[in-house]
């Protein structure tokens, strides 16, 4: 069964700094899909970044980026020049490669983000 | 423009009585899910769909039911509600493309169950 871990239940930085947020997982699949979501204040989930297993790059959108290190079951989220409204909970996910399956969630991180 | 929407965004309902949650979309995805949020657990999969006229079983399907008429619409169904299934409903559609479907999410649903 899929698993997925996110360590760090909150993490406080200051604006235009990076911030980095871990997250490991367990499948027994050789494919699979992790993804990281953003959850604002209001609710609303918002996709950020995907990386497939089978990709040894790193996947980059924006200034976010991911740090993926297979050997380990980690892909980690790096936010690079925060700003205040980078202030979210951030949620790791994954699933393998099975049609149409949901997708297998972490806890989060609660990001906050000071002047 | 939103693509997923959800309606209604707030009910409150009591124990025993049926509640209808509906999710619209104009991604124009085949594959449609329902999650909800709770504290503690995350989100979690109750069910969801390839196409029009198909469910299948999520996770934590029992007490739900799901109904997919058509392929912008799919809707959660409590038949007998009970406190426990209070929670944040999340609805979310992807494209078709086996593991690396990409799901997107409407704004949710909060529902409590007296």
């Known amino acids: 069964a899929q698993k997925v871990t996110q360590t760090q239940t909150s993490i406080s930085v200051v604006e235009k700094t990076t911030v980095t947020m871990d997250c490991v997982y367990e499948t027994r699949d050789s494919s699979y899909f992790l993804f990281w979501y953003k959850q604002t204040a209001s609710g609303e989930i918002v996709f950020l970044i995907r990386q497939d297993s089978y990709k040894k790059e790193n996947a980059t959108v924006g200034h976010y980026s991911l740090n993926f290190q297979k050997p380990k079951s980690s892909i980690g989220l790096i936010i690079t020049a925060t700003q205040i409204e980078d202030s979210a909970v951030y949620f790791c996910?994954?699933?393998?490669?099975?049609?149409?399956?949901?997708?297998?969630f972490g806890l989060g991180t609660r990001v906050s983000v000071f002047p | 423009e939103a693509a997923v929407t959800q309606s209604p965004r707030n009910k409150v309902a009591v124990t025993g009585g049926k509640v209808t949650l509906s999710c619209n979309q104009t991604?124009?995805?085949?594959?449609m899910y329902w999650y909800r949020q709770d504290t503690g657990h995350g989100l979690r999969l109750i069910h969801y769909?390839?196409?029009?006229?198909?469910?299948e079983k999520g996770d934590i399907p029992d007490g739900y039911k799901a109904s997919r008429p058509s392929q912008e619409n799919f809707s959660l169904i409590l038949e007998l509600a009970t406190p426990s299934q209070t929670s944040v409903y999340f609805c979310a559609s992807g494209e078709a493309w086996g593991g690396r479907d990409t799901q997107y999410f409407g704004p949710g649903t909060r529902l409590l169950v007296l």
């Open positions: 991604n124009n995805h085949n594959n």
């Open positions: 769909s390839y196409g029009a006229g198909s469910t």
């Open positions: 996910a994954m699933r393998e490669d099975n049609y149409a399956q949901g997708l297998t």
